[in-house]
């Protein structure tokens, strides 16, 4: 039976069988952790929510099981349980179960949905599952290899963990300190001690990097000369309400994007990171993904993945390039949208070519 309906035939018992209501359900869970959940209402169904945006957090770190869990200790028997993402961009722990009562009979069976607990940003939840898969399996007692793609290997692997911008002091040659910022999302630890810095990509990602400083230079000259062009090519507009700048094209105009090459230098710094805090391999794909563990090799695969160790290695359509951009809108009451300094309303960002490809090259 589908989900549809089986919502229809738990919607039509409900009015028939008076033995067991939402709020007569929804108490008996909530009684589990009624620190996390309180009860949301929707016809048919048994909705349930966090209390409060900390219950959201500490929710988001939970894993389904632990759901099924709460439901059998209120006195349920789980029969199927579904996996909700809300959209593209934001991963939910949301899932809808399907319950039973012990005393009851299959007229009784209702939907439990635990509605957006812990939404998350789709990017941040593929991190998080790439380093709960690591530590599902490996440890300092039994080191494990972690495979993505066709041939990136890292062996001895005992654990990992989110690296949570971890920064370094390098000390310059006048004598002061300059903090760097690795762009290293996931690190991960090996039974020798080293750590491997690992920069997380969705298998979709078009963003490499924010543009606001490490193009602040070059973005200001691209600007100017944009400044200084004529109709009906591409060009910078002050617009009408005299506080922002567009970039447009045509006569009349009409907004476009516009994007320039990079050095490799910059590339680099964009991919991998500079200076003395440079990450040590870049691995897109789709993490979320359970992968295939072998516990006789003790190896952990995500066959589907791809890595990249230098800039070489990228595909043209991931080379990084500067672009630019129309600014999201701030809220301010200046009304100012988000942009480079001296000129909001134009922002910069470093991106994947194919990003780039309806763009027009300055």
């Known amino acids: 039976m589908s989900e549809k309906l089986l919502r229809e035939f738990v919607k039509a018992s409900l009015l028939a069988e008076r033995r067991m209501t939402k709020k007569s359900v929804a ?8 620190s996390l959940f309180k009860q949301g209402s929707k016809s048919g169904q048994v909705r349930i929510g966090p209390t409060t945006k900390e219950a959201s957090r500490e929710i988001a770190q939970m894993e389904q099981s632990a759901f099924i869990d709460i439901l059998t200790r209120a006195g349920f028997v789980v029969t199927d349980v579904y996996d909700r993402q809300d959209s593209k961009n934001t991963y939910s722990k ?12 299959e007229k009784q069976l209702i939907p439990v949905v635990f509605s957006k607990l812990g939404s998350t940003p789709v990017s941040i939840q593929n991190e998080r599952d790439l380093v709960s898969a690591v530590n599902e399996h490996a440890s300092k007692e039994s080191p494990i290899t972690v495979v993505v793609g066709p041939s990136w290997r890292q062996p001895d692997v005992v654990g990992a963990e989110p690296a949570g911008q971890t920064s370094i002091e390098v000390e310059q040659e006048d004598g002061s300190i300059r903090r760097e910022t690795s ?4 690190n991960f630890f090996t039974k020798d001690g080293d750590v491997v810095r690992v920069s997380v990509k969705m298998a979709n990602a078009q963003y490499w990097l924010s543009g606001d400083r490490k193009l602040k230079t070059k973005t200001l000259e691209v600007i100017s000369d944009l400044l200084s062009r004529q109709s009906p090519g591409v060009r910078v507009v002050r617009d009408a309400d005299k506080i922002n700048y ?38 897109r794909g789709d993490f979320i993904t359970r992968p295939a563990w072998n516990a006789d090799a003790k190896t952990l695969t995500w066959a589907a993945g ?7 290695d ?9 672009l630019l951009r129309t600014g999201e809108s701030t809220g301010r009451e200046d009304g100012k949208r988000r942009g480079v300094k001296g000129y909001p309303g134009i922002r910069p960002a470093i991106v994947a070519r194919a990003r780039a490809k309806n763009a027009i090259k300055v």
């Open 314 to 322: 990228l595909p043209a359509s991931d080379q990084p390039v500067g």
């Open 183 to 186: 762009k290293a999302d996931v």
């Open 27 to 34: 108490t008996a869970i909530i009684s589990q952790a009624p």
């Open 94 to 105: 949301s899932f809808t179960a399907y319950i039973v009562h012990p005393e009851g009979d």
């Open 246 to 283: 567009s970039l447009v094209i045509g006569d009349p105009p009409k907004k476009t994007d516009a994007y320039f090459e990079l050095t490799e230098e910059e590339q680099e710094a964009a991919v991998f990171g500079g200076g003395s805090n440079p990450i040590d391999v870049v691995v």
């Open 306 to 312: 791809k890595t990249y160790t230098e800039i070489g």
